[in-house]
């Protein structure tokens, strides 16, 4: 079935909405329920890699659930979505971002909009960012390649994952990170800070792709050979 371009708009605006709400209010709840870092840390990790997998199952067949500029920018650059569709699908995710954002806030009886002081900064956390979003991107690209009803999980688990092995804790998605940046919680990220982020997380999906095109299509080649 094929959506049309308003319900695609909803879906990945509530997606991302869902996502940045589960990804602040978790952090909230956790600097709440405990003074110890890491086991906040693991009380933010686990529900966000939960709500990746309900809503890239449900939202999934309807908008393709990319909830992140950085996705919808490296299916364009593999030529998989409709030039004229990139923007919308970008404000759709911002402002999702910042809806759930500011619900986040709102539940827990915060002021809707606040700056984060939490400084994120220097080329580990650069380093970091290409690092989580070629991952993201390579596994997503992947599953889609070999096993499509399995990435809701793939990618909840890497997310889970790289929580835990990247320096910035794996935003890896610009309309995340602009979310954050609007939050002076556990979450958060300094706006200024938050530009070199999505350079580094656009990077990141641009070498994904160039890793995809390359990874993937020997094997295609060997398909069609046999065909």
Known sequence: MTYDL????AAECLGTAFLVGAVIGSGIMAERLTDDVAL???GNTLPTGAILV????????ISGAHFNPAVTFAFLLRGEHKAREVLPYIVAQIAGGLVGMMAAHAMFDLSLIQFSQTQRTGAGQWFAEIIATFGLVTTIFAGVRFQASAVPWLVGL????????????SFANPAVAIARAFTD?????????MPWFIVAQLAGAALAVL???WLFSASEQTERAKA
């Open 158 to 169: 890497y997310i889970t994952s790289a929580y835990w092995f990247t320096a910035s804790t």
């Open 40 to 42: 906040a840390l693991l």
């Open 211 to 213: 890793l995809a095109g």
């Open 185 to 193: 919680t556990f979450s958060g990220i300094n706006p200024l800070d």
């Open 54 to 61: 309900v809503l890239i199952t449900i939202f999934g067949p």
């Open 6 to 9: 308003p319900r695609r708009l």
